[in-house]
């Protein structure tokens, strides 16, 4: 049983069957084909906007040739500093931005506040081409910490960004997580709130290799198709990474797996906190539970086969538990009992 | 009915049902899963050798990222004139290696020769820290005219490759095809032969997406998890790559496959030579034919709806006919009669 | 009145002598001449070590091409936050390291304390492929806040580097003012303290342009040659780098000039506290005071003519005052009588 | 005596004079000074056009930055084969446009030819994004055969430029000689026959390290500080590259110069082809001599203590003799005289 990651899960049927369905006769390759253009389309028509859209099949490629497009290679784009970009792409951002740079700024609930996005331009000084450039902000919604940015929240930020001529990025791995724990319109989030350029996962929500970088400017998009093909992004039979997609933004499965996730982390979450000497270290609005378990209990779960990361630290054990659109509310009720027994003292099963 | 490219054709029937084996259940992300390792003990036995195999999604990242392992930022690749990696992959060899640059050299049947190897090796002169360096060899195998390296040549490029300290490098996205047409054994034409990296190609012959880097030394292929992570080529749910080569390997189902669309590419070039007016630019042995057409066939058979690519020459039509492990006989009997009516002056069909 | 920067200075006249005896003739280019012989002949002595030595004509030139030699594309070097390299050379370690990273780490004095060096690379967690690698440290002699590291204190960083892989690089653009400051050997606080690559600064301590690269392994420096050919910064005339570098590293005057520097510094640090409402930032050890002044006094002096950058801070006023090699008693004392006349309420002169 | 290169030399005694000048007192760093303004001033007034002049100190850091700025990093520059940003710096150009392409034309006279220019324009093809995309174009002003393009010439390679729309870039590493060997207005040879940016040399016509990079159009400019500094471009106490660049332009001393380089150069070839068995290359324009020499006199020569670069063609020695501001009279003579001696079957001295 694993909450390691949702990128642990397999993939989800809908969008199984789209690659089945795929899988005979022939297709223009390189994004030629009618999968690719219907993607386009449906993110036209779920984001009520213009757009430019390039499917491609890892989250670290849609955010480092994002930023690359959105930056020179001196530019500087900042963000919280528990974003994916910073500390889990292995320098990725920078390498396809030609040598760009990530300041990482402090944060509750591993969101980048408006003012403190302010304060850290302001502090930097008028010292002109010696420095390096703002250029961009990246925000990560649902963020590192599994909170949510509000629509108003990404608006603080982009009036900031804005006022700075800085373009706004939003890694969106778990965009749709997101999404309905907001219940709101797509739109709502991202460009009407200022947002430039989305990426949108879904290989964590149900797809198998599937991310979409959405730009609401197609103007500002005419460089990506190279940036892409020349990072070795631009798969030759790309429908299987549309057919992906396509399914994904059909029929709301986007929203329903990411329902289902969120409730099982809720339950998750319940679950636990009612246990002694367990604590939420943010409060469950995704698909995220940060939670501090006493270290028998931690240990013990280990030790009985659950999968999850602990995060390090000594003592009581600091754990992320993540729950994807295929987590069983069985095996979320698995693990609470488990749990609840190791802190009454008894083994895990 | 589309003889594009080999590209154009779906996913191969047991890989599909590899992909499917894997969909459900949970499995630990970025390589971390049972597949990932099986595809390196298959690659080990098939090749008969210690190997490091790393599975990326596209060519072009395979090729880039084997290269810049190979090689400094002031490093030389030499290869023939017609390769991939100069001309179809927008510079990514470029990008990854940090500047490096690709030397063209010209050549019969897409195939560099170790005597003109060499030639260019020796007109480098002795001009030092002025020149970039010379570093590598790639040779594609089989070769952009469809053509095989034997044993023999393979061995006798890396002779002038080892002579002047450069790494062999194999862009096998055809590998197959060329293996079963020469019919040896995968080590003869690979390390035995002095290739240092393969790119072992597997989309083209029924994969959805993957490919993958072989190390024929694992000790220099140290860095390559930071190079390939850093590109975003490293997938999370990494094992529905693995799962596809898994499947290629296995049964011999890449042979099968490869056997296959050479058989329809000799079909289809027989029943092509017979027409008047027609004439094979290049001897056919492995997936393409390569072909002049009567201007009348040629524009006729587009204009019928059969797919091709026309290489863009006046008056008579030199097109390229990709076959692949799907191809039909019938497909290929259709467009022959096709052809063969329009070139006796009658309709398409 | 120039207090800006120590680069405002000119030529020292032993070192303009030796670019006027190289300026007739002939001698062979891009280095091949006896003075850039001599130049690393001469260091070899003073640092009484092994050594390769490459002269550059800009101090971001040493300091990133210097990195690079040590660090993979995927490295981070670790400085104090307020480090040139960080704060003031456009990103050009990133540039030339081909998107590496840099990580500033707080601290006093604009040094790096061992202890805090320890503790961000202890916090680096385990993440593997996905982070990336710490590969070098670097610090800033004398510190960009003027204070010098003993020999103690750099030996206990080198330790920390060594014990965790990472090479130590020293920024010396003012490394002759921290020499003489502290009166030691040139070896105790470089090699022998553990530091692998020096870039010795000469431009603003009388040069016109020239800084030197040092390796104490000339085996790590086999790779620079291609570095600084491909960076552009290979002169031609190389003699006439090499020239300043040897007429300021022959008969002391290096040490001479930076010692005349240290004391004008000391003699203007002295001369303003006496002053009502002056406090020193930090120990004057080096050629820079950072001095808070009443406004009315920074604001009167900047009327009046004098140079130097105010630091931006609100009410009472942050400058830097650097002094060089060339600046005279009388123009220190002029200087600290105008602030004093400003400081008395009367106006500068 | 040195015919090796015209890098060779010394400084100018103008030129000298003039960092003499600039050597005492102080000025503000970073191309803050007088002098910098007036190197633009200069340009502007020699060029007749509204000019962004850009002082740096190497040839191969001229031209790499130049190209950076007109091409995005999947571009490619059209170049003649024997060109210096193909062959002489070390991927400087690659670099620094971030994985840039070099593609080399042959032609005669080490010029490019707009005709041919137009067909390897021409056979591009049309593959979109797997290509590679032209950006630029590049001649040598002199070519590196001594040859000077008519101002007809680079405006016809211009208009193809244009035709393709790609930014036409001038490296004038010789662009004195060829300008008095022209006997024509800057502007004609420049921006009035279509050229963007021209990398001008001063180094090789007496300078000790000065170039200038001039756009014609200085919106187009507008990255450029950035791409200098983070090259490490920028120096620190740049009047001293400006003052060459100041005294270089004033009083004509660039056209002296070159016409007395281009006289010495005239009066070798004279002397040479008079006596048997030496074939001029190529007719002299500017101020180089490419030679075939009997192997008895090259040897000679050679072993006589003369210095030059033999070419490293068996047989007959072809050789490259450059002269400079600073040749004599005196040396030319010697150097015929001796070259007589041996042909005659004499000894050279």
Redesign the interface.
Known sequence: ??F??D?????SPEI?AA??A?????????GGDPLTARVEARCAEIFEHAVAVFP???????N??ALASLM???GVVYCHESAHIL??????P?????????TGIAGADGKLAAAALADALGQR???G?????AAAVSITQASEAGRVYTAAEIAAIAAVARGNGLALHMDGSRFANALVALDCAPADITWRAGVDVLCLGA??NGA??AEAVIFFDPAKAA?F?????????????MR??SAQLDAYLADDLWLRNARHANRMAARLAAGLTALPGVRLRYPVEANEVFVDLPERVSDGLLAAGF?FYPR?EAGDRFVRLVTAF?TLEAEVDEFIAAAGALAAGRTAR
Chains 1, 2, 3, 4 share one sequence.
């Open positions: 049983m694993n390691a990651s990128n642990t899960a397999g993939i199984f690659i089945a795929a899988s005979t006769g022939t297709a223009m390759p390189y491609v099949a890892t989250g670290t490629a849609a480092a040739l020179p290679p001196w500390g889990d792409e292995c320098g990725a920078e390498f396809f931005g030609g040598g760009t740079r990530i000084g008028t010292h081409v010696h420095h390096m450039q290989t964590k198998a290799c460089d198709v190279f940036r892409r093909k020349r990072g070795g992004h631009l798969l030759s039979k299987f990474i999968e390090g295929s």
